[in-house]
T-cell receptor, first 111, second 116 residues
Framework: TQLLEQSPQFLSIQEGENLTVYCNSS?????LQWYRQEPGEGPVLLVT?????EVKKLKRLTFQFGDARKDSSLHITAAQTGDTGLYLC???????????FGEGTQLTVNP | GAGVSQSPSNKVTEKGKDVELRCDPI?????LYWYRQSLGQGLEFLIY????????KSGLPSDRFSAERTGGSVSTLTIQRTQQEDSAVYLC??????????????FGEGSRLTVL
């Protein structure tokens, strides 16, 4: 089983601050996804990255896939209270079937 | 329906009883996943179905856990002789499957299981 480690596990910041969440593995993934989950709901996809070194931007969110396709980061600029939630990275094995999730980063943005 | 539907949304049972959790995936999605999530934690893979292929059961934690997918659509996750450590939210997701795809998983809202 390919493991994904996320850091930090918990993050509490003030509105307007920037933050970065990391997702690391010793294994290579064919693709990596970031999901966001709110209480009482299932995770919802934010982005998929496929190519090593790829950078994708979604408004104030910037996602990067490591050159070796073993790690990824999520950077949020000028966080807002609506960004509060559990952020999960998920790597797809090279066989293309199972999607393995990290432990998640619980982000709280305070007004 | 438009999304993945799971039932029941909440289930409270006594230790030792059997429970069945149901998942109705998005129509046309051939891939179906079951995950387990403890409070505020990540998702633990349980089982994966893809079309008529043999399911990937490698994530099932014990032989008390089993799952079926009938007619390539609805899936049932069964937990026999429930234990307190089985308490968690059980999430089902479906996806369009393409080999080596980057397919998005669409999740249901989960079934919260509490074993007393």
């Amino acid at each position: 089983t390919q493991l994904l480690e996320q850091s930090p596990q918990f993050l509490s910041i003030q509105e307007g601050e920037n933050l970065t969440v990391y997702c690391n593995s010793s294994s290579v993934f064919s693709s990596l996804q970031w999901y966001r989950q709110e209480p009482g709901e299932g995770p919802v996809l934010l982005v998929t990255v496929v190519t090593g070194g790829e950078v994708k931007k979604l408004k104030r969110l910037t996602f990067q896939f490591g050159d070796a396709r073993k790690d990824s980061s999520l950077h949020i600029t000028a966080a807002q209270t609506g960004d509060t939630g559990l952020y999960l990275c998920a790597g797809r094995e090279t066989s293309g079937s199972r999607l393995t999730f990290g432990e998640g980063t619980q982000l709280t943005v305070n007004p | 329906g438009a999304g993945v539907s799971q039932s029941p949304s909440n289930k409270v049972t006594e230790k030792g009883k059997d429970v069945e959790l149901r998942c109705d995936p998005i129509s046309g999605h051939t891939a179906l996943y079951w995950y387990r999530q403890s409070l505020g934690q990540g998702l633990e893979f349980l089982i994966y179905f893809q079309g008529n292929s043999a399911p990937d059961k490698s994530g099932l934690p014990s032989d008390r856990f089993s799952a079926e997918r009938t007619g390539g659509s609805v899936s049932t996750l069964t937990i026999q002789r429930t234990q307190q450590e089985d308490s968690a939210v059980y999430l089902c997701a479906s996806s369009l499957y393409r080999r080596m795809s980057t397919g998005e998983l669409f999740f249901g809202e989960g079934s919260r299981l509490t074993v007393l």
